[in-house]
């Protein structure tokens, strides 16, 4: 049942909506009936739609789940039966259905709504999320906890067919059927990447096989059958084959699920009867759902990839100003990856790109094109992503793996076990290395300098700017060997950039102002900031590029000149850089008072990346406030060393 509107627009005024502002809880929303819950999809849609324009954010997901979101929270009684939506992406209507309408302004902003379901910002989140699979353990987990204390309640996890790629989600899917728990999966195929089978034919047995009647009979024969193995055998496969003709469930039903469907996700009366009669059965059950991700916007239903997220739209004035034309933009960091990573391409045909469904974030659409036999999207599975270059490795190719810091987390055991130890020519380029802004901690960086640096035979580079970043991707792909190079988020300063692929030399820094009194030891995309406090104190500041291997005599040199170190990281500081040259220093029995700098022991929130690091107090002010009272207190130490 398609809707009997399509938004070419984002509405630029609010929209009016008498149902939806009768909503602030989900019983309010059980207390509709009718048309008046058709009504209210169509309300939510619009508002969504308005909303969204206003803050940004996680755009065609949400729309792809509207009626779904509605009915759901019809059907069970959240939260107390429990709901999980699996990455979070598409939680939008969910939010502005249980009491956080009015807070729709805030989303992904400092101090205000997260981007994602977060346990701590309302009881109807019942999981905290933003990587993707996990959503069917923690449903488990519920329905085991709901089983233990013998509460009734309901578990339901929502999971998209692109989370489906991903191998945790069907180690779950094994677990909760041998289990036999009381559980709803719901597939959202979003895509079409399992069935097109969606029609009046499917939609019957859908609701056949969820039927009451159907499964009363299933369980009976089941019961009969019991004394009599090869019948009840022949009965299982029986059904299965029939099962087979009609769904593509064979796979599920052979895990342990009751499959169902699949059925159409937009048709709200459809998925309220669904739903009701899957509420009243035992054992795992799977709804496959199909919808359309952007459903009620014609663009984003074109491009759902593009409209995945969208920008705050900025108001149209009534009289245009004339055009200006724009300075040239600089490249992002992944454009200076993906640019180096065709040029790499092209002088050695060993080079080869792979990313866990990152194409687009990566920058490696380019190169996807022009070499698409040397490139591998291995859909959200990180870990295979890193023992396939692995293997690849073994047999004489370059393989780069271009991969989101926060992600590469998902993948740390086969990082040691099958790269490092075996001591494989594997290059991880990191992206969003640090703090990444309005998506928060769950997608943050910031960690990778502390897990990498631990790691045998890993080698660790941070480049301070866009120039630096191409030279040293070229350095780690020349090593032999484990290399990463780690890069933030968006643009750099403007840096220019050399067309020649040109490596440095390993573990060597550089010194790029000269001062007195207080040295500055930076690791990574913070030298701006650097710079500008150096200014201001004299002080001299390094461009260490490595944290692994340090360059040790820079270290010696700026020990031996220097009455104070600074390291300088948007990392951890637990195990991260600064603690390297600690560490460093230690094990050569030098006293040298070192101020560590980076992202403190607790989760940063989300908010703009620029308003997060003057919170973590990594912006020039705060660089040059701790270090001016480190410094004061450590003249004073010196001071009273010397009346001493």
């Not at 009718?34 to 909303?51: C, K, Y």
């Not at 205000?112 to 449903?139: C, Q, Y």
């Not at 987990?141 to 996890?157: F, H, L, P, V």
């Not at 469904?357 to 859909?379: H, I, T």
Request: glycine share 10%.
């Amino acid at each position: 049942m398609h809707e009997p509107y399509t938004f070419q627009e984002i509405p630029s005024q609010r929209p009016n909506t008498p149902l939806l502002d009768r909503i602030d809880t989900p019983v309010q929303l059980r207390e509709l009936h009718g048309d008046q819950l058709t009504q209210l999809a169509r309300e939510l849609r619009a508002f969504l739609l308005w909303s969204v324009g206003q803050t940004g954010g996680h755009f065609g997901a949400g729309l792809g789940v509207l009626e779904l979101t509605v009915a759901l929270h019809y059907v069970f009684n959240t939260p107390e039966d429990r709901l999980v939506w699996d990455v979070g992406h598409q939680a939008y209507p969910h939010k502005i259905l249980t009491g956080r309408r009015n807070r729709m302004d805030t989303i992904r902003r400092q101090g205000g709504l997260a981007g994602f379901p977060k346990r701590a910002e309302s009881e109807f989140d019942t999981f905290g999320v933003g990587h993707s699979s996990t959503s069917i353990s923690a449903a488990l987990g519920m329905a085991i906890a709901s089983r233990m204390q013998n509460t009734g309640r309901k578990s339901i996890a929502v999971i998209g067919d692109g989370a489906m790629t991903a191998g945790m989600a069907f180690e779950a899917l094994n677990h909760a059927g041998h289990l036999r728990a009381d559980m709803l999966v719901i597939l959202n195929d979003n895509d079409m990447s399992i069935s097109r089978n969606v029609g009046g034919l499917n939609n019957y047995f859908a609701k056949l096989l969820a039927s009451r009647t159907y499964n009363q009979v299933r369980d009976s024969s089941k019961r009969v059958l019991q004394g009599t193995p090869n019948l009840m055998a022949l009965a299982r496969k029986t059904e299965e084959h029939f099962k087979g003709m009609i769904s593509p469930g064979t796979l599920f039903e052979e895990l342990g699920f009751n499959y169902i469907g699949p059925i159409d996700g937009h048709d709200l009366p459809l998925l309220l009867e669904t739903l009701e009669n899957i509420r009243e059965l035992d054992g795992p059950q799977f709804l496959h759902v199909v919808t359309t991700k952007g459903r009620g916007f014609a663009p984003a239903e074109a491009d759902p990839i593009g409209y995945h997220a969208i920008n705050k739209i900025e108001p149209v004035p009534p009289t245009r100003p004339e055009p200006v034309r724009p300075a040239p933009s600089k490249p992002k960091y992944a454009n200076v990856f993906g640019q180096w990573l065709c040029d790499a391409a092209e002088a050695d045909e060993r080079v080869v790109g792979i990313t866990p469904a990152m194409c687009e974030g990566s920058d490696l659409l380019a190169f996807s094109k022009r070499f698409p036999d040397r490139y591998f999207d291995v859909a959200i599975a990180e870990q295979h992503s890193v023992t396939l270059a692995a293997g690849l490795a073994c047999d004489g190719a370059k393989p780069v793996v271009a991969i989101y810091s926060t992600f590469l987390q998902r993948a740390y055991d086969q990082l040691i076990h099958d790269v490092a130890i075996q001591n494989l020519d594997v290059l991880f380029a990191i992206d969003r290395a640090g703090l990444v802004g309005e998506d928060g901690p769950t997608h943050a960086g910031a960690f990778d300098i502390s897990y990498l640096r631990c790691v045998p035979n890993m080698v660790v580079m941070t480049p301070s700017d866009e120039n630096e970043t191409r030279q040293l991707l070229h350095t780690g792909m020349l090593h032999n060997g484990p290399a990463s190079v780690r890069y933030p988020r968006g643009t750099g300063p403007g840096a220019d950039i050399e067309p020649e692929l040109a490596p440095l030399p390993i573990g060597r820094g550089r010194r790029v102002r000269e001062g007195s009194g207080i040295a500055i030891l930076n690791f990574g995309a913070l030298m701006t900031s650097a710079l500008e406090a150096a200014a201001a104190l004299d002080a001299t500041v390094a461009d260490m590029r490595f944290v692994k291997p340090l360059d040790e005599e820079l270290i010696l040199a700026l020990a031996e000149k220097h009455d104070l170190l600074v390291t300088l990281e948007e990392n951890a500081i637990a195990g991260g850089a600064g603690s390297a040259v600690t560490e460093f220093l230690n094990s050569r029995n030098l006293l040298q008072p070192v101020l560590q700098l980076g992202l403190p022991d607790t989760f940063v929130d989300h908010g703009k990346h620029g308003q997060l690091l003057k919170e973590v107090g990594l912006d020039a002010e705060g660089i040059l406030q701790s270090i001016r009272n480190r410094w004061e207190h450590t003249q004073r130490t010196d001071l009273l060393a010397a009346v001493k």
